[in-house]
């Protein structure tokens, strides 16, 4: 499930801007690279309201190498 405007749909496709303050079970972050996910603050900073949307587990794929900010992130 998740929170706010976003509650109540289903299978939510949006972007992690979008998602920001909202929760849901799952979260899929589907391109996890480097190109996508460069070690700059911004992306630090999405990646975190990424990583942090989901309740119970969060599930990433990269497509090469991953992004150097996969090694900064803590499993809890």
Do not use: H, M, N
Request: hydrophobic share 50%; charged share 20%.
């Amino acid at each position: 499930g998740a929170d706010g405007a976003l509650a109540g749909r289903g299978v939510v496709v949006t972007t992690v801007e979008a998602a920001k303050g909202a929760e849901f079970d799952l979260v899929v972050l589907p391109d996890l690279g480097a190109r996508a996910w460069p070690d700059r603050p911004e992306a630090r900073r999405l990646l975190y309201v990424g990583l942090t949307r989901a309740r119970c587990a969060v599930v990433g794929a990269a497509v090469g190498a991953p992004s150097p900010l996969i090694a900064l992130t803590t499993p809890r």
